[in-house]
């Protein structure tokens, strides 16, 4: 029993340490494993499908909350 209770001890001491490392250093391991792209370097795409712009057009307009002003076509 001895054993066991040194072992549970030994092994919540280890797990608690990695945890504060894990911690310590989030933002280091952020940046390490994140990658981001400009939106410069990002690709375009070109809709073609005139009900898929409207639905984008429209989500956008609602997702902004803006009136359309001007609809150039």
Do not use: P
């Not at 981001?36 to 499908?49: H, P």
């Amino acid at each position: 029993m001895k054993a066991f209770r040194k072992f549970l001890k030994r092994t919540f001491i280890v797990l608690a340490i990695f945890f504060l490392l894990l911690f310590i250093f989030r933002g280091f391991l952020y940046q390490s494993f994140v990658t981001y792209s400009d939106a410069g370097d990002r690709k375009s795409y070109i809709v073609t499908n005139r009900a898929l712009a409207a639905y984008i057009d429209s989500s956008v307009y609602d997702y902004l909350n803006v009136s359309r002003v001007n609809k150039f076509e």
